[in-house]
């Protein structure tokens, strides 16, 4: 007799096992399921097999070869589309011509086979169903037969008030070829909905056989872990593999435990497996060939598959972790958690209950994980980073997430406060807003929705309206497929960190307020937003003397809103303005850093043919600021902040002190000195530059990417701010920009990045500051180590498993030495 085992199916209900395997292929005690099915025909005395494929078919074929491994022979019958379990043996005719027996690749059983089939002969039926009795026929179809065994009903997947039989359907068939009459060739097919209910209505003989023994469909999570706990506990009549010790412990070749090693049967351990000194591997536990295990590390009812690493005093517990993954030190990974393969969960990181995380995939250090990582790119150690949230629109960041955001944002608040919101034009970042909006409302947080404006319109109105804080949504500057979520405080300024926290916390515990139906926020969409912000614009600026200096000035607003809200109040300014890319183009919202290079090189050319007092750049965010001057020239981050000091320093208010990051030239100092002016440092962040700025002691702050503040007007970056101030500032110098960037000294910075591991961050650190003890150095942020003339900046990075080390000093090639060196110590400290 021959065989058809059917292996196409693609097992969606076990992703992510199946995301990158056919389900066939999933390993039950390190062995394909399918392995099983054919050991059991073979010990039956059924060789001549043909396997029907469909989804991923070359993985089935390499693995099993033509069967001589197995002592039988394969065939393969293989879809190019998804023909059903009737049209996938139809596809397979050729080779069947006569009685033959078809059962399924991705089930465990050991019926007595040969029991099916002579009761098949013995009726002379045309089709003969192995039928199991279950307690719970609800996800199965039901078959009823008389006492002869003849079905006489056909019930799929039934309510209970349906189940007339506890007889079920184990997709295990004995046919004969006149079956084929009734199947169409290359379609979709299918024997329990459409074949034997077209046998039974003419009449021919179709039988049922109650099967004893053990069954079990492997259709989803649960199944598959209870195959294996069965098998475990003797249910079934299948030898786990590897050498039977005692207590139910079955250990293969080549394995090597730790005498102090505690293991509780039954428990299944692959070959060449290292399981180190001060583990437990706990009841129900099956570990892969291959598998390392570190000290102090505990299993419990969990499945990990080959080749994976345990870092030690990690604890899975009723858990599935898939092949060559990297389980760090001291991870826990709860119940009902499937892993994909070759993920890398980082240290200490917890994955909370029935949390399912797809192939290829990492989780950061120190992370808590309570929702699934399907198409993001990973498990984030913390929500916030350098751009407040962001993601890749659809992958990082969808309206679920976002939702969930709010809530845990809203959670943070007391209910009843007010957030403003906005967003640019962009779809994406709308939509997120939505998504955001209703979350805030379900936590009893009122909405006023700013619509499409740009962030410090956002800022101010929270700062004058009495907000709790400010949300805004925009795409990030330089990559169209993601979206950066910012939080303002009531202040209008970035939220502390402490503040993030509290939103992780809630956001990752998943513990949200709820409120009654009385309580839900409500939505408002405030007027006159956009004159109340340029009425605090206007009123922070000298407006007569940029009047009587009638400047000619080329302005490229880069497609953002920034355009809608000069137009408002240019004429008040007494410029003559040429604008360019003056209108919103959510196409246009990010910009490549080539693209940036010839917008400047195209607003240089423009200054030129106009013969503009300047030029400047707005970002799409009015944010940040780039210059060029009279003569077109380009003038660099650098210099543009060494020229906004010496004029904030020469013409600001009589008091008054500069601030600028930690990294930013030693120049800044020398110029605010020369007149009088002291400079304040701050961490490389955009929060501590604002902390900065709401000093009442400081009048300006600026740093590296174009990004000033004036905290006159409002302490957070802001182009529209810096343009009419700059225009202020160079009416009382009363010199053409060109001549003052002449005066301004050159900037000799060098910065080199490093890889290090997220894990060695703290080491790294730890020596650096011992090594800067003797020495004159600041540790602001990072360790900054000055030398005479020269300086050199250790910083890790907030977001990246990686320092950056920066350097000035009188002539590159000295600089360069520093960076080198440092980098050199970093590479000691790591190797």
Same mark, same amino acid.
């Given at each position: 007799m021959k065989a058809v085992v059917m292996a196409g199916g693609e097992g969606s209900r076990l992703r992510p096992l199946t995301s990158n395997q056919p389900k066939p292929m999933v390993p039950v005690f390190n062995k394909p399921i399918m392995e099983y099915t054919i050991r059991l025909l073979k010990e039956q005395g059924i060789t001549d097999i043909v396997v029907t494929l469909q989804f991923l078919p070359q993985m089935i074929k390499n693995y099993f070869g033509d069967g001589s491994d197995l002592g039988v022979n394969l065939s393969y019958a293989i879809e190019q589309a998804p023909l059903g379990t009737a049209g996938s043996v139809k596809n397979a005719e050729s080779y069947l011509d006569e009685t033959f027996i078809v059962i399924s690749g991705d089930a465990l059983t050991d019926f007595d086979l040969h029991k099916i089939i002579d009761f098949h002969h013995k009726k002379h039926s045309m089709a003969t169903i192995a039928l199991k009795r279950t307690e719970n026929p609800l996800e199965f179809g039901v078959v009823i037969t008389d006492e002869e065994g003849a079905i006489e009903r056909f019930l799929e997947k039934p309510t209970w008030g349906e189940v007339f039989s506890d007889t079920i359907n184990t997709g295990i068939y004995v046919l004969e070829p006149e079956i084929f009459d009734y199947i169409d060739g290359d379609t979709m097919v299918d024997f329990s909905k459409e074949v034997f209910p077209k046998v039974l209505s003419d009449e021919k003989p179709l039988f049922g056989y109650v099967s004893k023994g053990y069954w079990c469909d492997i259709g989803n999570y649960e199944q598959y872990v209870q195959a294996h706990q069965d098998v475990m506990q003797g249910e079934a009549k299948i030898s786990p593999p590897g050498i039977k010790m005692r207590d139910d412990v079955w250990i293969g070749d080549g394995s090597?435990?730790? $005498?102090?090693?505690? #293991? &509780?049967?039954?428990?299944?351990?692959?070959?060449?497996?290292?399981?180190?000194?001060?583990?437990?591997?706990?009841?129900?536990?099956?570990?892969?060939?291959?598998?390392?295990?570190?000290?102090? @590390?505990?299993?419990?009812?969990?499945?990990?598959? *080959?080749?994976?690493?345990?870092?030690?005093?990690?604890?899975?517990?009723?858990?599935?972790?898939?092949?060559? =993954?990297?389980?760090k030190h001291g991870v826990r990974v709860e119940q009902g958690v499937v892993i994909g393969d070759e993920c890398v969960i980082g240290e200490n990181s917890v994955i909370n209950h029935d949390v399912k995380i797809y $192939?290829?995939?990492?989780?950061?250090?120190?992370?808590?994980?309570?929702?699934?990582?399907?198409?993001?790119?990973?498990?984030?150690?913390? +929500?916030?980073?350098?751009?407040?949230?962001?993601?890749?629109?659809?992958? *990082?960041?969808? $309206?679920?997430?976002?939702?969930?955001?709010?809530?845990?944002? @809203?959670?943070? +608040?007391?209910?009843?406060?007010?957030?403003? +919101?906005?967003?640019?034009? &962009? !779809?994406?970042?709308?939509m997120i807003k939505r998504s955001m909006i209703a979350g805030l409302n379900s936590t009893g947080i009122n909405c006023r929705d700013l619509r499409a404006a740009h962030a410090t319109i956002n800022r101010f109105n929270t700062k004058i309206s009495g907000s709790a804080g400010g949300v805004h949504i925009r795409v990030s500057p330089f990559d169209p497929k993601s979206l950066q979520i910012n939080f303002y405080d009531s202040d209008g300024t970035d939220i502390s960190e402490g503040d993030q926290r509290n939103i992780e916390r809630y956001f990752y515990r998943g513990e949200y307020r709820r409120v009654y139906h009385k309580d839900i926020g409500r939505i408002d969409f405030p007027a006159r937003s956009r004159e109340h912000y340029i009425d605090g614009l206007l009123k922070a600026t000298d407006l007569k003397v940029i009047k009587e200096r009638k400047f000619k000035v080329i302005v490229d607003y880069t497609y953002g809103s920034a355009s809608l809200v000069m137009a408002s109040f240019v004429s008040q300014l007494g410029c003559d303005i040429v604008a360019l890319n003056a209108f919103s183009d959510e196409e246009r919202l990010t910009i490549s850093s080539e693209e940036l290079d010839m917008a400047m090189e195209d607003l240089a050319s423009t200054v030129k043919v106009f013969k503009a007092d300047l030029g400047i750049m707005m970002d799409s965010a009015a944010e940040n600021s780039y210059l060029v001057d009279d003569k077109g020239r380009l003038i660099s981050n650098d210099k543009a902040l060494l020229l906004l000091i010496m004029l904030m320093s020469k013409h600001g208010t009589k008091k008054g002190r500069i601030s600028v990051p930690i990294n930013i030239s030693s120049r800044a100092e020398e110029i605010a000195g020369a007149f009088g002016r002291s400079v304040l440092r701050t961490k490389m962040n955009l929060k501590s530059m604002m902390e900065a700025a709401n000093r009442r002691d400081v009048i300006f702050v600026g740093g590296e990417d174009g990004g000033y503040i004036f905290p006159k007007f409002l302490p957070a970056? *802001?182009?529209?701010?810096?343009? =009419?101030?700059? +225009?202020?500032?160079?009416?009382?110098?009363?010199? $053409?920009?060109?001549?003052?960037?002449?005066?301004?000294?050159?900037?000799?910075?060098?910065?080199?990045?490093?890889? =290090? /591991?997220?894990?060695?961050? @703290?080491?790294?650190? !730890?020596?650096? #500051?011992?090594? &800067?003890?003797?020495?004159?150095?600041?540790?602001?942020?990072?360790?900054?180590?000055?030398?005479?003339?020269?300086?050199?900046?250790?910083? /890790?990075?907030?977001?990246?498993?990686?320092?950056?080390?920066?350097?000035?000093? /009188?002539?590159?090639?000295?600089?360069?030495?520093?960076? &080198?060196?440092?980098?050199?110590?970093?590479?000691?400290?790591?190797?």
């Open positions: 090597y435990i730790h $005498p102090s090693v505690e #293991i &509780s049967g039954p428990v299944v351990i692959g070959q060449n497996v290292r399981i180190e000194e001060g583990s437990e591997i706990r009841e129900l536990s099956v570990i892969g060939n291959n598998v390392m295990i570190g000290p102090e @590390g505990h299993t419990h009812r969990a499945i990990v598959w *080959d080749n994976t690493y345990v870092g030690s005093q990690s604890n899975l517990h009723g858990c599935v972790v898939g092949k060559s =993954c990297d389980i $192939p290829f995939k990492s989780v950061d250090a120190g992370a808590t994980i309570n929702s699934s990582i399907i198409w993001e790119t990973k498990g984030m150690r913390s +929500l916030f980073g350098k751009e407040g949230v962001s993601g890749l629109v659809g992958v *990082d960041l969808t $309206p679920d997430i976002a939702l969930h955001l709010a809530m845990a944002y @809203g959670s943070s +608040l007391k209910k009843e406060s007010e957030v403003m +919101l906005s967003s640019d034009v &962009s !779809r994406a970042a709308r970056t *802001d182009s529209l701010m810096t343009f =009419c101030k700059l +225009l202020e500032l160079l009416a009382k110098e009363d010199r $053409p920009l060109s001549a003052i960037v002449d005066d301004m000294p050159d900037v000799v910075l060098t910065r080199q990045d490093i890889f =290090c /591991p997220w894990e060695q961050k @703290g080491l790294v650190m !730890r020596k650096l #500051i011992e090594r &800067s003890k003797n020495k004159n150095a600041e540790l602001i942020d990072g360790v900054k180590i000055f030398n005479n003339d020269a300086w050199v900046l250790v910083l /890790p990075d907030q977001d990246e498993p990686l320092f950056k080390v920066y350097s000035e000093a /009188p002539a590159k090639n000295k600089a360069e030495s520093f960076v &080198s060196k440092e980098i050199e110590f970093i590479k000691s400290i790591l190797s």
